[in-house]
């Protein structure tokens, strides 16, 4: 494995899919938070070294690792190149997920249910899977990206609102399997806007109808990951960043 004494001084985290939008956002927010990184991607390579260097610059130690997350295969392999480099791993965020265009339920075809499922659900499995093999011994965190459509039922996405309600009890349910030496938390994010990453496909929620009367912020989100990232005695939970719609 080699000598890793010149990374034991900083914690370890991987975060899935952090080629882009919310993914790079946690990934830098960790690597100014002290953390060495593992960048995870699939198909955004580009960014993803544009990440790498970014990272590379706050004076941490950044790789990046190609795995698709559906493929179990790719996913142990990735944590074993963790291993390789760094000897541990602190810290995982699966962040990687899809949220595919509106459909009516009758036309939800076997490809895009089983793609959703397998990316949003079985891919957060697989990398928990991968991780707690690591953290058994030594410990570790576990947070889950999850969603409002976990909570709330979007009636031309349900694939994914069935994926992301399997990620709260997948949480919930590692949380007390894999107690105590490793914590499992979920963030479940609203509507958040990231400058210069969205399309304009996605039809959203009017502001004036969220209690809070805005859309969330990349900061929403960095922020909650920050507080689980670092909190000790909380396990089982998830924190919805939405300006209030859980409750409407």
Known sequence: MGDKSKYRDRPVALVTGSGRRLGRQIALALARDGWDIVLNYNRSEKPAMEVLQNIRSFGVNCIAVKA????????????????????????????????????KFEEISDELWRFVL???????????????????ESGGKIIN????????????????????????????????????????????????????????????????????KRYGRPEDIKGAVLYLAHADYVTGQVLVIDGGRAIL
């Open 118 to 136: 397998d990316t949003n659900l079985t891919g957060q499995f697989y990398c928990a899977r991968a991780a707690a093999r690591i953290m058994r």
């Open 145 to 212: 990206l999850a969603s409002l459509g976990g909570l709330q039922v979007w009636q031309e996405h349900i694939a994914y609102n069935v994926a992301k309600a399997g990620v709260i009890m997948l949480t919930k349910a590692m949380a007390k399997a894999l107690a105590p030496k490793i914590t499992v938390n979920a963030v479940a994010p609203g509507t958040i806007i990231i400058e210069g990453e969205e399309s304009g496909e996605v039809k959203h929620i009017e502001e004036e109808k969220i209690p809070l």
């Open 68 to 103: 698709d997350i559906k493929d179990s295969k790719q996913v142990d392999a990735m944590f074993e190149s963790v291993l390789q480099n760094f000897g541990t791993l602190d810290l995982l965020v699966n962040n990687a997920a899809i949220f595919p265009p509106p459909v």
